[in-house]
Nanobody
């Protein structure tokens, strides 16, 4: 089992940038894919990005491609999501999650461990 804790959310003006972090602990971390998701009020949780723990594979949703960058620091067991050119539509609770799949899955149900989420609010 792995445990995930997000941090770094907050309030930012439209057009600004923000980075959120996901600290991961537990067994066999290197065997997991880590993904970022978000959920806005009244909307379903949506996939944003995923990264393999070994190697350099990443994937992005079309809605954030070119604006968001996922990365990891293996020495700190932490995954980051750098978010640029933010707009009010990016306002949501952001979650990181871990999946035992190695295919950078975008499917929510294939992620078995979740953090508690961190709020990101973008003001217009």
């Amino acid at each position: 089992q792995v445990q995930l804790v997000e941090s770094g959310g907050g309030l930012v003006q439209a057009g600004g940038s923000l980075s959120v972090s996901c600290a991961i602990s537990g067994r066999r971390i290197s065997s997991y894919t880590v993904g970022w998701f978000r959920q806005a009020p009244g909307k379903e949780r949506e996939f944003l990005s995923a990264i393999s723990w070994v190697g350099t594979r990443t994937s992005y949703a079309d809605s954030v491609k070119g604006r968001f960058t996922i990365s990891r620091d293996n020495s700190k067991n932490t995954v980051y999501l750098q978010m640029n050119s933010l707009g009010p539509e990016d306002t949501a609770v952001y979650y990181c999650a871990a999946s035992s799949r190695t295919s950078l899955t975008k499917t929510i149900n294939e992620y078995s461990a979740w953090g508690q989420g961190t709020q990101v609010t973008v003001s217009s």
